[in-house]
């Protein structure tokens, strides 16, 4: 008798393994379809007053008439993004807490200033690009490119340039400059663009090679003057300014800007960036923001954004050995 009442009690132990795992996906299932249910937080890794903090805060505004709750801006600055981009490796993957991402994540590792590589997270979409601009005070003695490289050859190393942090693609695009031209320059590293740029205001530095958005008002109110940029061609908004290439400096560098959330984020939610990230970057106004601070607008889906970061990863990997960058 004892046997056989077993039967029943076994059966049921035994279904209710599949029941719980089926509780649990019709859970995590409506999660998804319900999503978002509260607040979004874009970590930006970098201090506000660069480009990368004002495309965050133009995209977090045109994200409104697409999603029932709104985009928070997170700053978490440090250690060239590493402190902030770790954050969202590290944090929970439900579509909660996403990071702008920028060039530097395929450039880093190389340098062995993060353990963790582009692979590492879930792209979602590319929404800009910028080369790096050599940007001066007004009152420098330099008006060219020729100018300035001059004397921080007779300088041998006295002519400081800022960037955004040690193994910054502003850091790279200086010390590309220095490989390309044989000058010598001292790299000055800050907690992002917008510092270094202040720096620059307040004399504190020669220069800063960071991307044109970032030095746009202030070359707008008289108070810095850029030499050159380093693109294929001139950009807009600074049509007067002439690109290395014209001054026969064969040196083509900058930084792009995208979204990512953290690996093994449900498909589902990542559709749903996708395509929330397709519809706010069609926004006029944030279009309008992009164009008024110097953004130059390059969407490219998480495929094609992922490819891209492919291949940056590759060129780095080859432009830091030759240059001999490490930690």
């Known amino acids: ?11 049921a132990l035994a279904v209710f393994p599949a029941a719980a795992a089926l509780l649990v996906t019709s859970t995590a299932a409506a999660q998804v379809r319900d999503f978002p249910t509260k607040p979004i937080e874009l970590v930006v890794p970098f201090q506000p007053g660069g480009g990368t903090d004002a495309l965050a805060r133009a995209f977090a505004d045109a994200t409104r008439k697409h999603m029932p709750q709104s985009m928070i801006i997170v700053n978490k600055p440090g250690a060239t993004g590493v402190i902030g981009w770790q954050d969202v490796i590290n944090a929970r993957p439900d579509g909660y807490r996403l990071a702008v991402i920028t060039v530097e994540m395929t450039t880093l590792s190389h340098m ?25 005070r007004a009152d420098a003695p330099w008006n060219t490119a020729e100018e300035f490289l001059a004397a921080a050859k007779k300088g041998n190393g006295k002519i400081s340039v800022g960037n955004a942090g040690n193994g910054s693609i502003w850091h790279l695009a200086a010390s590309a400059l220095e490989d390309r031209t044989g000058v010598q320059f001292n790299h000055t590293p800050f907690q992002g663009a917008g510092p270094a740029v202040l720096a620059l205001l307040g004399g504190h530095i020669d220069a800063v090679t960071v991307s044109p958005a970032e030095v746009t008002t202030c070359v707008q109110a008289g108070k810095l003057k850029t030499l050159a940029v380093t ?7 600074f049509e007067q300014v002439p690109t290395l290439k014209e001054r026969n400096i064969d040196l083509s560098i ?4 995208g979204l990512a959330a953290p690996k093994n984020t449900p498909p589902e939610i990542v559709t749903y960036l996708k395509n929330l ?26 495929v094609t954004f992922k490819a891209y970061m492919a291949k940056d990863s590759a060129y780095f990997k080859t432009l830091i050995a030759k240059l001999k960058i490490k930690n």
């Open 231 to 237: 693109a294929d061609q001139r950009i807009k908004g």
């Open 277 to 302: 990230s397709q519809q706010a970057s069609a926004e006029p106004a944030f279009r309008e923001l992009l164009d008024k601070q110097n953004l130059g607008f390059a969407y490219a889906d998480d």
């Open 254 to 257: 900058g930084t792009w800007r």
């Open 1 to 11: 008798m004892r046997s056989t009442s077993l039967v029943p009690r076994l059966a």
């Open 112 to 136: 062995g200033l993060a353990k963790f590589t582009y692979e590492d997270m879930t792209p979602i979409a590319r929404l800009n690009a910028d080369p790096a601009a050599i940007t001066v």
